[in-house]
């Protein structure tokens, strides 16, 4: 037996010295199943050298988050595969991109011999070109082979045996190749500046492959997900269409696929036999079927067979470069309605690495510490001669900084980029994603202002890096391009205030005692405070130019706390200051007053407390002030009416009392006036009559009084009325229906009296008409309820009479209606159940009824418990003859509860006059009883009282029952209830 083992166990080690294995992500290549390794491996543990096609596959996920894949891979000439493991190699990502779709020899040995996974990598010692491409040796970057002409490629559609679908015909993906919006040619002239084209492009298909998908994608490395195997995918889907295409003819080759991969689709290069006596080098891209849903990522996966990396942000993550289709392709692009989303230019790297910019096109900055005036042309479509790429590089290093212009353009592939801005980009030649975006917040936002540089009167953005000697000041703007100014020095870092001269040493010192006071060490993002950046460059920090004073701080949810600084009225060229969402506490420094350029004071949602200062008035050219959700107290200050700018005035809900001060009258430009959730006090300052210009009235949750004033009607552009939870009387102005633009009124929980005016179903575009909660009489305008905008209606508590008005069934707006607690009487609308949008219905507590089968059907549902609370007659009332009395008797009202009774009228004639004769105890009683009455005629009927209660600010009658005839023959006598 034992001879027997040690021959097996001899066998089985030179069977599997004789398996060649697959490895994985950024990682090395396996040999299908059904190849063999020959002699390439004499034993497990000696090196190995291979020989083959160098290729990067990169892998983009379908939900395009996270940091996507990258493959390296090597395919020699029998067609065996295997995944690389380069950490050990020393080359920077720049010479890998040079040998990507080269031939190369390479060093090194398995990384696990006796793993069972085909992504096993092999761990790569020396990795060389057989092409003799003169290498750097260095992490700098280098052009790539140019990729211009006429670069025709095929598209194969391969189906899976066990998948029958065809999602899109053949057609699609022929027109998929068009010389015209959005098609691949189309697309690829416009970004290379017709130095590329796809002319003679097709697509061929579809074609059955010879296995189930699950052939095709299995877990290879072990991981229990599923992976793309691409030798499997490639040789056949390849071979499919052997018969069909002549591959000689083609540069690259498309792989469309009629199901999901593994998540992802992929592009890159890979060797292809057919047709050909020994493997040749195509671009090829491996598309899933939601990958040409939309054509953003068919244009992706090309650039990347192209030979284009990604580019980033600074975060980690992949696609987030708003600027780039090889990051972030799908969100941003024009939309089609055959072909999807397409894609933005990429970016002037990515342009200079496939040879687009000639030397024209570029302007390397020299490294000699002078400052250097650069226009540099819009990269989509440019109009003129100037450069559309700055080169910035660093003293001492291969990274540098690239600038481009980028502006939303009224046709083109750029037509969706927002504004009209340099964008900067870091360049590390020796990282995967090479080129990151430059986002100065630091938010994970590469399209706002953070990542977009620009300039505007009075302000020149300035971007620094002092620990890289860059400086770059956009100085001015034209038609299509920016000029900018750009200085390389050797690192300047930060070390004291007295040392830098890029702002008054006093900026600086507030700036610093702002940090200390409100717990800098501890905030969210402190990034560069304190060095080695310089000031302009700390977060939250802008400035008016290179060398300009602090122009705007601007902090949100960042957590901050502890004080506001009086240094910070040192900042004499603030023009924001906007704090909010943190924790500051303490009063607001008078010392605020100096800053007479501040556009913008903004400390909403913190903690502050103590008086707003009087000598904010002294910032005349204040145009918004936010000091809203505070615990600030006290009076308003009078000299905020000396604010003659501010378009703005937010205090809501603090504990600031007292009257308005009647200077506010001055501020003629306010747009909003908002101060709810106060403790203010009288009334409405009749010098609020200057204002004409107001969208926003926000006054509610006070203590004011008086009437509403009809000044108010003066503002026709007033979008938003709030004057709830006060003490308002008198009655609604009228001239409240000038307001034709607004879209919400509430005056609830005031006490308001009087009709509604008609006039108020004049505000023509009104959704939002809070009334409710006062002592408002009469009947409902149908001119309110007819207006055609109007959404939700509330009426409720108030002492509203009459019908429910005919027409409110016909307006299809309304969506939420509350008409409860007022003494509405009479059937309810029958076309009340034809409304559409209706979801939330209360009409509890009023005189309605109702009997049409449709309405009952359509109440039940919507407000189910109305009739238990309707305030109506009994019915079914009779009268018979008892002894020597007469007995009453009805059907008492579902509503019984809430107090109330039946009163019990009687007269001689169906005419009257009638006479009360008693009441019952409550109204759950079905009988009255009267005494003996003498002879002749008498007739009876009932109503029904329920008193002021709760929400019900009256006394609800119903209407009188039919009067019921009554003959008596004795002698009459006193009426006496039983």
């Given at each position: 037996m034992k001879p027997a083992f040690l021959h097996w166990v001899v066998s089985l080690v030179v069977l599997i010295s004789l398996i060649p294995f697959q490895s994985g992500r950024v990682h090395a290549a396996a040999l299908d199943a059904s190849s063999t390794a020959g002699g390439v491996l004499a034993s497990i543990n000696s090196p190995l050298s291979l020989q083959g096609w160098f290729h990067i596959l990169w892998g983009d996920p379908a939900d395009a988050v996270g940091e996507g894949e990258i493959f390296y891979l090597l395919v020699d000439d029998q067609g065996r595969s295997y995944y690389l493991d380069l950490g050990s190699a020393g080359k920077p990502f720049s010479e890998l991109l040079l040998l990507n779709g080269e031939r190369v020899s390479l060093q090194g040995t398995w990384s696990d011999i006796l793993r069972d996974s085909k992504r096993s990598p092999v761990l790569v010692e020396d990795i060389r070109s057989q092409e003799n491409i003169p290498l750097s040796g260095e992490d700098q970057s280098q052009p790539l082979p140019p990729v211009l002409g006429n670069q025709k490629y095929v598209s194969i559609l391969c189906k899976f045996s066990d998948f029958a679908v065809e999602p899109r015909n053949l057609a699609f993906f022929q027109g998929m190749y068009a010389n015209a919006f959005p098609g691949l040619d189309h697309y690829w002239r416009e970004l290379s500046y017709n130095q590329l084209d796809l002319l003679g492009s097709t697509a061929v298909g579809w074609f059955n492959l010879p296995q189930p998908r699950s052939y095709y994608i299995y877990d290879m490395d072990s991981d229990s997900d599923p992976d793309a195997d691409f030798a499997r995918l490639t040789a056949d889907c390849t071979a499919a269409a052997d018969a069909s295409v002549y591959f000689p003819d083609f540069e690259g080759v498309s792989l469309m696929f009629n199901a999901d991969l593994d998540g992802y689709s992929y592009g890159g290069g890979y060797p292809i036999s057919l047709d050909s006596p020994t493997p040749q080098n195509y671009g090829v891209t491996w598309i899933a079927d939601w990958g040409y849903a939309d054509i953003s990522v068919v244009e992706h996966e090309m650039g990347h067979s192209f030979g284009l990396p990604h580019s980033s942000g600074m975060y980690g993550e992949t696609y987030d470069n708003y600027w780039d289709v090889m990051s972030m392709d799908r969100q941003w692009g024009l939309p089609d309605s055959t072909y999807g989303r397409t894609g933005q230019h990429t970016i002037a790297y990515h342009k200079d690495l496939l040879g687009w910019l000639s030397a024209a096109d570029k302007f390397t900055v020299p490294q000699d510490g002078v400052v250097h005036t650069i226009t540099v042309e819009r990269l989509a479509n440019p109009q003129t001669a100037n450069p559309r790429l700055a080169i910035l590089p660093v003293i001492g290093s291969s990274r540098f900084y690239t600038l481009e212009t980028r502006q939303w353009l009224d046709g083109g592939y750029d037509k969706n980029i927002f504004g009209f801005q340099v964008v900067i980009h870091e360049v590390d030649p020796a990282r995967e994603n090479q080129a990151q975006v430059v986002d100065y917040d630091n938010n994970y936002d590469t399209r706002d202002d953070g990542a977009r540089w620009q300039t505007w009167p009075g302000l020149m953005e300035t971007f620094i890096d002092a620990t890289d000697g860059i400086s770059v000041t956009v100085s001015s703007v034209g038609e299509t391009n920016h000029?900018?100014?750009?200085?390389?020095?050797?690192?300047?870092?930060?070390?004291?205030?007295?040392?830098?001269?890029?702002?008054?040493?006093?900026?600086?010192?507030?700036?610093?005692?702002?940090?200390?006071?409100?717990?800098?060490?501890?905030?969210?993002?402190?990034?560069?405070?304190?060095?080695?950046?310089?000031?302009?460059?700390?977060?939250?920090?802008?400035?008016?130019?290179?060398?300009?004073?602090?122009?705007?701080?601007?902090?949100?949810?960042?957590?901050?706390?502890?004080?506001?600084?009086?240094?910070?009225?040192?900042?004499?060229?603030?023009?924001?200051?906007?704090?909010?969402?943190?924790?500051?506490?303490?009063?607001?420094?008078?010392?605020?007053?100096?800053?007479?350029?501040?556009?913008?004071?903004?400390?909403?949602?913190?903690?502050?407390?103590?008086?707003?200062?009087?000598?904010?008035?002294s910032m005349t050219a204040l145009a918004q002030l936010g000091l809203g959700w505070n615990q600030l107290s006290g009076s308003l200050p009078a000299s905020l009416g000396n604010l003659s700018n501010l378009y703005s005035l937010d205090l809501n809900y603090n504990q600031l009392s007292g009257s308005l001060p009647p200077s506010l009258g001055n501020l003629s430009n306010l747009l909003a006036l908002q101060v709810s959730g106060n403790q203010f006090s009288g009334s409405l300052p009749p010098e609020f009559s200057s204002f004409t210009k107001l969208t926003s009235f926000s006054v509610g949750h006070n203590q004011f009084s008086g009437s509403i004033p009809a000044f108010l009607g003066n503002n026709p552009s007033l979008f938003s009325l709030q004057l709830d939870n006060n003490n308002f009387s008198g009655e609604l102005p009228a001239e409240l229906g000038n307001l034709d633009n607004l879209w919400e009124i509430d005056v609830s929980y005031n006490q308001l009296s009087g009709s509604i005016p008609s006039a108020l179903g004049d505000m023509a575009n009104l959704h939002y008409a809070y009334l409710y909660h006062n002592q408002l009489s009469g009947p409902i305008p149908e001119s309110l309820v007819a207006i055609p905008t109007l959404d939700g209606l509330r009426l409720n508590e108030n002492a509203l009479e009459g019908p429910i008005p005919a027409n409110l069934g016909d307006n299809p707006a309304i969506s939420y209606l509350n008409l409860a607690n007022n003494k509405l009487a009479g059937e309810i609308p029958a076309n009340l159940a034809d409304l559409p949008e209706l979801y939330q219905l209360d009409l509890g507590y009023n005189s309605l009824s109702a009997t049409e089968p449709g309405l009952l059907a359509f109440l039940s549902v919507e407000d189910s418990d109305w009739a238990q609370t309707q305030t109506v007659a009994p019915t079914n009332l009779q009268t018979a003859q008892q002894g020597a009395d007469i007995r009453l008797t009805w059907t008492p009202i579902l509503y019984t509860g809430d107090g109330g009774n039946y009163e019990i009228s009687a007269a001689s004639s169906p005419g009257g006059p009638f006479a009360v004769i008693g009441s019952t105890a409550n109204k759950s009683v079905s009988e009255f009883v009267a005494g003996e009455l003498g002879s002749g005629s008498y007739f009876f009927r009932l109503r029904t009282l329920t008193p002021q209660h709760g929400n019900q600010q009256s006394d609800l009658w119903s209407s009188y029952t039919n009067s019921v005839p009554y003959q008596a023959w004795a002698t009459f006598l006193p009426v006496a209830i039983r």
């Open positions: 000029t900018v100014r750009v200085k390389i020095t050797s690192p300047f870092p930060f070390s004291t205030c007295a040392s830098q001269n890029q702002m008054p040493p006093a900026s600086c010192e507030a700036l610093l005692a702002f940090y200390a006071s409100t717990g800098g060490g501890s905030w969210a993002n402190h990034l560069g405070w304190g060095g080695p950046e310089w000031p302009c460059r700390w977060y939250g920090v802008k400035c008016k130019d290179e060398f300009g004073d602090v122009t705007d701080l601007d902090y949100y949810q960042n957590g901050l706390s502890g004080t506001l600084p009086p240094q910070l009225g040192n900042l004499l060229q603030l023009r924001s200051l906007v704090i909010q969402y943190e924790g500051l506490t303490g009063s607001i420094p008078p010392q605020l007053g100096n800053l007479t350029n501040l556009n913008a004071l903004v400390l909403q949602h913190n903690q502050l407390t103590g008086n707003i200062p009087a000598e904010l008035g």
